[in-house]
């Protein structure tokens, strides 16, 4: 019996070593041939990717001394870069915007950035940075933005005879116009939103109506549920109510397209997809609180480029960041990304885009506002809560009254 | 002589080694690491601190998502096994009819297991729609309003059980092979004893794939209780927390609240329930499984402890 | 065996009303494929497309390095499968025909090895991986398949008991060793399981997408699956390429499983005498 565990072991010990003899080739070297390698992964899915490889490879041509090789992890990006995190094997450089759950594992930026001179941040916009940062540390350069903004649908307008929506529109303006296209035109609704929203972009309502999350100090309980922040969450189901809107899966973008809703805020991200659908459609700024006495503002979904703290090679890291940020990539990205760069906006004429120039107007108006993604401890719980309060008050099966709903999440938290 | 003997011995653990090298350099690395990450607090993007018990501690007192995700889980499994196992088994009774087509219907049984999770799920979204699904359209025409599937909270678990059903064509094929291959001389005597096909199935065909019930019942509760992709790619765990299962539950504490360590907790009680419930089912085998070579066995008069 | 005239309506009927269920979804599916993309995300959604645009496929193909692809998902199904019903048959041959101190709890720990949701060990699988320097390539898909898995092995092991002990009495009688009753008595007669567990695994495998996803790292070592899944965005899926890759990849099982229903129905009566 003994000898044959012993023999069993043996052998076992002798594949392993045989195995990761044979896997011992140069795959986890980050030097071959003399190049510095170094991994960047992406979340962009299939449509976008062919044109990031070229910009890659453009890299490369220009490089003598750096090869990046892109990873692209689509809809798993969380999934990948977390296990990479885990195992010490994540990307060295990579797309971030989760930076509250992520920081601990990025490099701070803040001594790259002094090393190239003021004029390189000054040139982005400011509003920005905080969307990069953590305790005042930059975790991430800016590679694009959104803000939201408001999408309407030109020919449905017109064919219920209803006034297009202006910069000043207010959400009265708004639940009157949805009302009428909804009870005008068949099969369609003035107005969608997403029905499992994100609490993160959410917060941006409150924002409007001079509320958050949380207040200063910290607390929900009479931040969240405040009179004005009930408000925010009631006007989205009495527009459902009134069967002036209706919730969507997604985003809303689809149901756009097929002129099952006249009306939705989103990013900048459809523009494209719309154009290339041909659709006449037009974009305004938010819609304002009638009583906040201020102009709505948006939150930023921006994205940034980060370092892994575990890189091996931090300085050609930094390279490739800057190219990836800087002008040239910008203006490739035209089109499918808002720049992040003054200089660009300027010498392109971003702002004679009438499609652009609403998400900067709202990039002008929402400068100064931090999510409570950045500055609560425990976000995965509250957002969590949050993600069901929003489905409680708008699921049309259930309808809740917000204020029971943000009294008890305030309640917990 | 001895040595012969010492080779004899030695020849069941030849045959099983190559499972026991895979097993060690494989899997027991990855599992006692799993366990241990499960007495830490580790939020991947730093280090590691050790809890001991608290994750445990915390999972059963503290947290009543817990809870929620495992009652529901539970009560997916009790009607996705046997609602499946049946399904399938009738189905590999049909198709095991000797009619003429029964190929094409066999066949296209089988092919929505073919289908990638990521499609199937995508037009199972399309059919469940509350108002433009082809279900509910179909269930119009016979006068009945169907409910919004996947938006109502009461009917999103009904929606997942459906969807589900479709992959049955992989159990359904298990049955039909081992069915297939029951000879049939066995049914021919039969017949000359004057049984009736009801007397057949329950006295020749049930009792001979007993070994592939046990199988397939395993197999099936362990599925039911890890089920992932599909509530993931469905319905995401909603509408309201109807659909969150106890695997999107772990999932979500690795992937998104980053708490690897209580994810690995989560996941060893469910591993710990899943073991127990199989041992269980195991040791009852005995009394309903019927393997042929250990019947035979006895007839040869060789002594055998009943297990 | 005969069957009367009515038995045979009824199972017609059963048979058809299943038959619907389980092919509406795929019918649907793809028709879309050919649909153009306002087509497709139109509501209500027709079913019939005003054109067979032939062509999504082609531009699906080549949205993707998917020829590589191919090749990739090739190598592993071919490679896993080859791989699993060799070893799985020799350990299940182990399990089900002897004696031997440890097997029952050795068995359970087989069993209990298809109990561990994969998610959380996924990490220190990788690290393993990664200690072996298999990280980004196809290793760690395709060699622990040479080693058994559990599915397959318990599978197996069930159709082995089934059958009785005379076949090894007699062989032995002969002289032979355990291998060779393996090899020569049993694999045959095991034939119609072993290709099962063939096709079983073909068709997990060529599926497969969250091994791919988490053990490779670039597009030249994707599979099929993962390339399909790579169809899906954070803002949005572009359906008409996943559809049209998905009917792609559904036909080369279909045609497995076709050719490989006459051998898996074959039957024992023949190896019985």
């Not at chain 1, 999408?151 to 009265?172: C, H, L, Q, R, S």
């Not at chain 1, 756009?256 to 041909?278: C, E, N, P, Q």
């Not at chain 2, 599992?31 to 809890?51: G, N, R």
């Not at chain 2, 469905?234 to 309201?240: K, V």
Request: charged share 20%; proline share 4%.
């Amino acid at each position: 019996m003994k000898r044959k565990i012993g023999l069993l072991l043996a052998l076992t010990l002798i594949m392993a070593a045989l195995l990761s003899a044979c896997g011992g080739s140069d795959s986890g070297d980050s030097e071959s041939g003399g190049k510095t390698k170094i991994r960047f992964a992406s979340w962009d899915n299939a449509e976008d990717l062919d044109s990031q490889q070229a910009l890659v490879d453009k890299f490369n041509a220009g490089q003598e001394e750096i090869e990046v090789t892109l990873e692209a992890y689509g809809d798993d990006y969380d999934t990948k870069i977390s296990a990479g995190m885990g195992s010490g094997d994540a990307p060295d450089v990579m797309y971030m915007w989760n930076y509250p759950a992520y920081y601990e594992a990025l490099e701070p930026l803040d001594s790259y950035i002094d090393g190239e001179g003021a004029e390189y941040k000054d040139n982005f916009y400011e509003a920005l940075w905080a969307y990069n940062e953590i305790n005042d540390t930059i975790y991430g350069i800016p590679v694009g933005f959104t803000t939201h903004a408001l999408f309407y649908n030109k020919d449905i307008f017109a064919e219920a005879g209803v006034a297009e929506p202006t910069d000043d529109w207010t959400w009265d303006d708004l639940e009157a116009a949805a009302k009428t296209i909804s009870d005008k035109i068949d099969g369609a609704a003035g107005f969608s939103y997403q029905l499992q929203a994100d609490p993160y972009d959410f917060e941006m309502y409150l924002w409007s109506n001079n509320t958050s999350y949380i207040d200063d100090a910290g607390n929900v309980e009479g931040s969240l549920n405040s009179a004005e922040a009930v408000e925010a969450f009631s006007v989205f189901q009495n527009l459902q109510k009134e069967g002036a809107a209706i919730t969507t899966e997604k985003g809303g973008t689809d149901e756009f397209r097929s002129g099952k809703s006249a009306m939705y805020i989103y990013g900048a991200w459809s523009v494209s997809t719309l154009d290339g659908d041909g659709m006449n459609y037009g974009i305004v700024d938010l819609p304002d609180f009638a009583d906040s006495g201020k102009e709505a503002v948006s939150i930023l979904s921006s994205s940034g480029i980060a370092m892994s703290r575990d890189s091996k090679n931090k300085e050609a890291a930094w390279e490739f960041i800057k190219y990836w940020t800087g002008e040239e990539m910008n203006k490739e990205r035209i089109g499918y990304e808002l720049s992040a760069l003054k200089s660009v906006v300027e010498s392109e004429g971003v702002m004679d885009d009438e499609k652009s120039v609403p998400f900067y107007s709202m990039l002008e108006k929402s400068a100064g506002y931090t999510p409570a993604s950045f500055l609560v401890e425990d976000w995965g719980g509250l957002s969590e809560d949050l993600e069901l309060a929003l489905e409680r008050i708008n699921n049309p099966t259930t309808l809740e009254d917000p204020k029971t709903v943000l009294d008890e999440v305030a309640g917990v938290h | 002589m001895k040595r012969r003997k010492e080779l004899k011995k030695a020849t069941p653990y030849i045959f099983i080694s190559p499972w026991i090298i895979g097993f060690i350099v494989f899997t027991a690395g990855p599992l006692i690491l799993s366990l241990i990450m499960s007495f830490y607090d580790w939020p991947v993007t730093s280090e590691a601190a050790f809890t001991g018990l608290g994750n445990y501690i915390k999972m059963f007192t503290e947290d009543a998502q817990f809870w929620k995700s495992l009652k529901l889980t539970l009560k997916y499994a009790a009607i996705f096994v046997p609602l499946n196992m049946g399904i399938a088994l009738f189905l590999a009774m049909l198709i095991t009819q000797p009619i003429r087509g029964v190929k094409i219907y066999r066949t296209i049984f089988y092919i929505p297991a073919v289908i990638s999770s990521v499609a199937t799920a995508i037009i199972w979204g399309w059919i469940l729609n509350g108002d433009y699904g082809v279900l509910n359209y179909l269930l119009s025409l016979i006068g009945i309003e169907g409910p919004n599937w996947l938006v109502d909270p009461a009917w999103a678990l009904m929606a997942i059980v459906l969807t589900s059903a479709f992959g049955v064509g992989t159990m359904m094929l298990i049955f039909y092979t081992d069915i297939k291959n029951i000879p049939i001389d066995l049914y021919e005597a039969a017949s000359l004893d004057g049984a009736n096909p009801v007397r057949k199935f329950f006295g020749i065909t049930l009792p001979i794939i007993t070994p592939t019930v046990l199988f397939n019942l395993i197999t099936s509760i362990i599925s039911a209780f890890q089920q992932l992709t599909l509530v993931m790619l469905l319905t995401s765990g909603g509408p309201l927390k109807s659909t969150y299962f106890y695997g999107m539950y772990t999932y979500d504490n690795a992937f998104r609240h980053h708490k690897l360590g209580y994810a690995s907790a989560n996941a060893w009680v469910m591993f710990v329930i899943i073991l127990v419930l199989t041992a269980f089912i195991f040791r009852s085998s005995s009394a309903w499984v019927f393997y042929e070579a250990e019947v035979k066995g006895q007839k040869s008069g060789r002594r055998r402890k009943n297990k | 065996m005969k069957i009367s005239r009515k038995s045979k309506v009824i199972i017609y009927v059963l048979l058809t009303i299943v038959a619907v269920y389980f092919l509406a979804p795929f019918v649907y599916m793809f028709f879309t494929a050919f649909k153009t993309e306002a087509e497709a995300i139109a509501y209500p959604p027709g079913l019939l497309p005003k054109n067979l645009s032939w062509q999504n496929f082609v531009d699906a193909w080549n949205a993707q390095p998917f020829t590589t692809y191919l090749k990739n998902s090739l190598l592993v199904t071919v490679g896993t499968t080859v791989g699993q019903v060799l070893s799985c048959s020799l350990v299940a041959y182990g399990f089900a025909r002897f004696q031997f101190r440890g097997k029952n709890i050795l068995f359970m720990i087989l069993l209990a090895t298809m109990m561990i949701p994969w998610d959380v060990t996924m990490i220190p699988q990788y690290m393993v991986f990664k200690s072996f320097n298999w990280i980004n390539t196809l290793k760690p898909l395709i060699i622990p398949a040479w080693f058994g898995s559990a599915y397959y092995i318990f599978l197996m092991r069930q159709f082995l008991m089934g059958i009785p002990k005379d076949y090894e009495e007699a062989a032995r009688i002969d002289g032979a060793n355990a291998f060779q009753i393996y090899w020569k008595i049993f694999m045959p007669i095991m034939r119609p399981q072993l290709i099962l567990i063939a096709v079983l695994n073909v068709i997990t495998v060529w599926n497969d997408y969250l091994g791919p996803l988490i053990f490779l790292q670039d597009r030249s070592k994707y599979t099929l699956a993962l390339g399909l899944a790579s169809f899906k965005g954070v803002h949005s899926t572009q359906i008409i390429p996943l559809l049209c890759i998905t009917v792609i990849m559904i036909i080369p099982p279909v045609i497995i499983f076709i050719v490989a229903q006459k051998y898996i129905v074959e039957g024992t009566s023949g190896s019985i005498k």
